[in-house]
């Protein structure tokens, strides 16, 4: 996910406005120098007197923000129009800390700008504010206007318009229609003093004191308090990010299911990271909803447990080994095999040409012997320096973990960073020509990016292929807030690339020898409807085993109030016609505050 460090980039003058918003007319009311709020706000997303000097624009301030590179404040007017998609709010953009209060009835005249946080090329929608204010305070201790209520009627239940086709798919020049689209309706109250009441927490406290709420308690909700997300054309409309205006040591750490109390009430902002956001200067109480993290069952004698485990950036320097060994060896149950991603070198970020990772790996091992499980083996392949993606210098890549009390890894030579892997047939059998080995290093869909892991083991006997992957992460792809509907996925490109070269080699071993047993497993960072999906699964080489869970229980990984899959394990014909497999999405993390990993592990028990 995109760094939240990004500082504060100029507000878009009308021109920059007009030069990326097609359709979008700029005229100017008859009496341009005294207007109100709504005639600043307009109709649409985009002002109609962006770029334009406004004089004497009276409100309430409602908040004020005094931290962070957008200091300034929201003003709102206390007598409306009556015209639902005009927003009543503004932000006061000051840049420096504001000499306003809450309740302080304001005249400003300033300049009027569309400010897109993150910046134009981002894709996100704009923040209509006045800049470069002179602000003049005519009274003190006034009446704030009444909150806006937000709930589950107020919402729409459809998400978004389509994209204007003659703006390359912009919203920004669509009049809004608040009682439709539930996008149309969260900007009609841009800077307005909204309020919502005893909603639900659907993604965990973070360490930018934010979460997310619902205002509509049975939408989509998963088992454990979540709001799933299964589908791009079923989207979550009474999802909500949650700041504080006031100080954030005070914010409440929450966890899924957790539920905000009373009233919780602020302005209507809309930020880089998850769009439309209640700043709130009053917080609702926070009542535990008791969420447990979850431990999976013990695999039989007979059963093979296969596990997927994205660690996030683990590296010699991190406090959280412990955290981890624990979870492998109590929550997963010490599975049999466990594919590792994002396992970092052994000096982590230090940018200093170090590619081995023995040390992060031995410390994790030594670890979970201590936490009571097994002295588990490994195998991995050390990456050609910054060459795979991730944090820059961190060198990441996948690692097999297997007890070799239960099963066998088939060491092969000839695996290294850069020789491609493949299959051949002896006696028979699908065998790879190097184990552990790398799938097709040198092709560009793995660019920048970690390249998969393939390993022969053996259990009881029996030959299982396992095929380790992180694919290409979604960073860049639009947000669901975007100014662009759909939003564009900028990001499968080179996934559906990587997906095609996995799907190519899966069927390469299936080719040679139809009842083989194979696994391709690990962080996707798609969705188990998605395309990408689709392109691994085939004509039906590979099947996602978490489609056998119920729908409300398919999600690893909690995103800006969706709970979604991003972590698979897809497994070959032989391995789904066990009538015992059993598949297990372990959520000890992505649903908790305190998490040390964002994703959730996944594991698999069949009978070989």
């Known amino acids: 996910m995109p760094s939240k460090s990004s500082t504060r980039l100029a507000a878009l003058t009308v021109a920059a406005v007009c030069s990326t918003v097609t359709g979008v007319v700029l005229t100017t009311p008859a009496h341009a120098d005294t207007v109100r709020i709504h005639d600043i706000q307009g109709t649409t997303r985009i002002s109609p007197l962006a770029g334009q000097k406004v004089s004497d624009v009276t409100g309430i301030v409602t908040g004020v923000r005094t931290y962070g590179s957008s200091k300034g404040f929201w003003m709102q007017d206390p007598t409306p129009d009556d015209n639902p998609a005009t927003s009543e709010g503004v932000f006061v953009f000051t840049s420096s800390t504001p000499k306003v209060a809450v309740g302080d009835a304001v005249s400003v005249t300033g300049t009027v700008s569309e400010y897109v946080p993150g910046g134009t090329t981002s894709g996100n929608q704009s923040v209509t504010e006045i800049g470069k204010p002179t602000v003049t305070v005519v009274s003190s201790g006034n009446a704030v206007p009444a909150p806006v209520v937000v709930n589950a009627r107020s919402v729409p239940s459809r998400y978004a318009p389509s994209g204007d086709t003659a703006a390359s798919g912009s919203i920004n020049a669509l009049a809004l229609d608040p009682k439709k689209y539930a996008l149309d309706y ?58 504080s205006l006031g100080a954030t040591a005070d914010f409440p750490a929450a966890d899924v299911g957790d539920t905000l109390t009373g009233t919780t009430t602020g302005p209507m902002d809309f930020n880089q990271f998850g769009g439309y956001t209640l700043v709130a200067g009053q917080m609702g109480t926070l009542k535990s909803g008791g969420l447990k993290r979850e431990t999976t ?87 050609v320096n910054d060459q795979d993606g991730g944090e820059p210098g961190g060198n990441i890549r996948q690692v097999f973990l297997f007890n070799p009390e239960r099963v066998s890894f088939t060491d092969r030579a000839g695996g290294d960073s850069t020789t491609a892997v493949g299959v051949t047939k002896v006696h028979g059998k699908a065998q790879l020509t190097a184990s552990p080995g790398r799938i097709d290093p040198a092709s560009d869909a793995w660019k920048s990016s970690r390249k998969p892991l393939a390993g022969e083991f053996v259990f009881r006997g029996k030959t299982v292929f396992v095929i380790a992957n992180h694919l290409n992460s979604k960073g860049g792809d639009q947000g669901l807030t975007a100014q662009y509907q759909p939003p564009v996925r900028s990001s499968e490109t080179q996934r ?76 070959s014909p032989s391995i789904r016609r066990d009538c015992g497999l059993d598949y297990d999405s372990v959520h000890i993390n992505s649903e908790f505050h305190d998490q040390i990993s964002d994703h959730d592990p996944q594991v698999l028990r069949f009978h070989p």
């Open 496 to 571: 559906h690339l990587q997906a095609t070269e996995v799907h190519t080699f899966v069927k390469s071993i299936l080719d040679t020898q139809k009842n083989a047993d194979v696994i391709a497993l690990g962080d996707m960072n798609d969705f188990q409807f998605s395309d990408t999906a689709k392109i691994l699964e085939g004509d039906g080489e590979l099947w996602s085993a978490i489609k056998s869970l119920p729908k409300s229980e398919r999600y690893t990984y909690d995103y800006q109030g969706n709970s979604q899959v991003l972590d698979q394990i897809l497994v």
């Open 186 to 243: 969260y900007e009609s109250l841009e800077g307005m003093n909204v309020q919502v009441s005893d909603v639900r927490v659907i993604t965990a406290t973070d360490p930018y004191s934010e979460l997310w709420v619902t205002v509509k308690p049975h939408e989509h909700d998963t088992r454990r308090g979540g709001s799933l997300y299964g589908s791009y054309a079923s989207q979550n409309t009474g999802r909500l990010q949650i700041q």
């Open 297 to 383: 069952r013990k695999q039989s004698r007979g059963e093979l447990a296969v596990a997927t485990y994205n660690v996030e950036n683990l590296d010699p320097g991190d406090a959280t080994f412990d955290a981890h060994a624990a979870a492998i060896v109590h929550n997963l149950q010490s599975p049999d095999i466990v594919s590792l991603e994002e396992i970092q070198d052994n000096n982590g970020a230090k940018d200093d040409g170090t590619v081995d990772a023995s040390q992060t790996v031995n410390k994790l091992i030594d670890a979970i012997v201590a936490a009571g499980g097994p002295k588990y083996q490994w195998r991995s392949i050390d990456p």
